[in-house]
């Protein structure tokens, strides 16, 4: 019986090892998703304030259509002012070009705001630019990084499940049957061992007896409290 215990042993190592590969290569695709947004977040920054540039250069264009209008204004009243005949008149077109200048002058206040705005917008663009070049070249070596590892850990599963069947082939039938219902039932965990009287599946003390009977390693023995295939650690 300790020779099978042995086996079950090294069956329950190579359970949890694949386990373990198989959980790493499920991650794979959340991490290589996860370095995906984070450069799509880059993007979608560059995309709005581009969005926000043309805008902007859009209302610097109607503002400079609206100054070159006002200007025609003005010198068609200027070229009024010739041809009136009376002072009211004149001093209408007078106000009149006034006015007109104002607009004019405010209007040129918001285009030089919208220079301003422009520059701002050009300036987060070309760091985003830079920025998503760096982190695009970072996430490219990890993204590499994550598949190499992928790719030798699929490989230590293959082997693992090589030796898995070598050493199932050496234990007991009814043993083998008992340890994957157990391995089902425990979320993996199917064999654990004991010391200092502790079970190490479930961290509880054993009854004395049964802990004095895993010496003897004359029959299977199993946890009283979390059922699991219990063997001494030497």
Known sequence: MKEQIKVLVKLQHLDAESIRIKSTLNDVSKKLKHLDSSLEEIELTIKDQESVLDGLKKQYRDYESDVKLNLAKINKSQEKLRSVKTNKEYQLLLKEIEDVKSKNSSI????????????????????????????SDRIKSEKQSIEHDAEIDKKKLDELDMDRKNVSGLIDAQLFKKYLVIKEQQEGLAVVPVKDAVCHGCNVNLPPQLYNELFRYDSLKFCPNCHRIIYLKE
């Open 108 to 135: 040129e206040d918001k285009m030089i705001e919208c220079l301003d705005r422009i520059d701002e917008a050009e300036e987060i663009i070309a760091i985003k630019k830079d920025e998503y070049l760096q982190f």
